[in-house]
């Protein structure tokens, strides 16, 4: 790859979100912002081979999208107070351009317009996974269990929406931010977990999507200090963080009770810790307060030598109250297992009752491993065989093959 398709490509995986952000927030059209930033980065990838990569990527991206926006207005003939708003869009970016300092990063504000109550529910979260994390239809229809296409139409409906119910791209008062506050944690947790789960082989872009959504958590602490479960977010995924390195020995995928602690980030997990406690003293209790004292009590029990299996139990029965998610319950089962409880576990995982289980890869890890422990065998290795089916995560199913080998 040319240096100048390096430079693009690293221009689009880091500062695609906030770009669009930006063009979004001046213009109104999510959807003529997405276009726009394309034609912008094709354009990029026709020039900078030939002519070199200008000096400040981003606002050359920047200032080719919004001469796209301004052909495509006038093109359009859209009514003279767009076209004005679009020109001065123009103008602000041409200054911002010669300036040469950065954009202001406006991605959570577009965070908050994609979770308007005039958005249908359920694609909130996958519309901010793509129009601030950059996510494509695939990847987010993958995470929520439904097909690319069904997702790309709801996706398409949605920033159609924006435009036509003329949402406003201001930031909204901090009286009706808690309405909003669910579809927001939801999707930086998405981001996080995609950029988490696509470890194996792709770790440039996968750490920096972890970091992009632990900075986004961080934004939204300071924006709304007194909202517990943004802390509770902020904590869970400086836990998940803090043991990045020690997920692979030589590659090997290596499961939490194995880790070497010694590659653990000890001051991100003191900085998880205080955010968990600003968590609690807010006396809010939520789904992502819990998940991250379940990874505190980890922490605790490889750091400080202590058994906190009764704990992990006591905070999974919380968290089923709050949420009872199919993760929940998973999580709930393998807590029953490690505490010797196997029979319980496998009466859970038998009563889940969701279609989402057949394609759920840490059900059938996890069903696999307490089958295993009672000694039914046979079923052990279909639910192995179904959990390495599932995995995405090449380690992931070398460990599970070893594991089922070792019945």
């Not at 006038?74 to 041409?94: C, G, N, P």
């Not at 997702?151 to 929406?161: E, F, G, I, N, T």
């Not at 902020?234 to 963080?241: G, T």
Request: one cysteine or more.
């Amino acid at each position: 790859m040319s240096g100048a398709w390096a430079i693009a490509e690293q221009t689009a995986r880091e500062s695609y979100g906030r770009l669009l952000a930006w063009l979004s927030a001046r213009t109104g059209d999510v959807a003529a912002a997405e276009d726009a930033l394309a034609d912008a980065f094709r354009a990029a990838l026709e020039h900078w081979p030939e002519k070199g990569a200008p000096k400040s990527p981003e606002a050359w991206i920047i200032t080719t999208a919004r001469r796209k926006l301004i052909d495509h207005a006038r093109k359009q003939k859209t009514r003279s107070d767009a076209h004005s708003a679009v020109l001065l869009a123009a103008e602000e970016a041409e200054s911002e351009a010669n300036s040469e300092s950065q954009f202001p990063d406006e991605r959570l504000k577009l965070m908050l317009i994609c979770a308007h109550p005039a958005i249908e529910p359920s694609v909130r979260t996958p519309l901010i996974l793509q129009t601030v994390l950059g996510l494509d239809a695939a990847r987010i229809a993958s995470a929520f269990l439904i097909s690319p296409k069904a997702m790309s139409a709801r996706l398409v409906r949605a920033k159609r929406k924006i435009k036509e119910a003329n949402i406003p791209f201001t930031a909204p008062s901090l009286d009706v931010l808690p309405e909003r506050l669910s579809a927001v944690l939801d999707a930086i947790y998405a981001a996080f977990g995609t950029g988490w789960n696509d470890f194996d082989g792709a770790e440039d872009s996968a750490g920096g999507l972890t970091l992009e959504a632990i900075f986004l958590a961080k934004l939204l602490t300071t924006l709304s200090p007194d909202e517990a479960e943004a802390w509770g977010l902020l904590s869970l995924m400086l836990h998940a963080e803090a043991r990045r390195n020690a997920r692979r020995d030589d590659g090997a995928y290596v499961s939490l009770k194995d880790q070497d602690t010694r590659a653990w980030d000890k001051t991100l997990i003191a900085k998880a810790e205080e955010a968990l406690a600003k968590a609690w003293r807010l006396d809010k209790p939520g789904r992502f307060q819990i998940e991250a004292a379940i990874q505190s009590a980890h922490a605790a029990s490889r750091l400080q030598d202590r058994d906190v299996t009764e704990d992990v139990i006591l905070l999974y029965q919380r968290l089923i109250e709050l949420a009872p998610t199919l993760g929940a319950q998973t999580g709930f089962a393998a807590a029953l297992s490690n505490g010797g409880r196997d029979e319980d576990a496998l009466t859970l995982l038998d009563g889940i009752n969701d279609h989402a289980v057949s394609s759920y890869q840490p059900y059938w890890a996890v069903r696999a491993h307490i089958l295993g422990t009672l000694n039914r065998n046979e079923e052990a290795r279909g639910a192995y065989e179904r959990a390495i089916g599932l995995a995405s995560d090449i380690s992931v199913r070398a460990f599970l093959h070893h594991k089922k080998k070792a019945l």
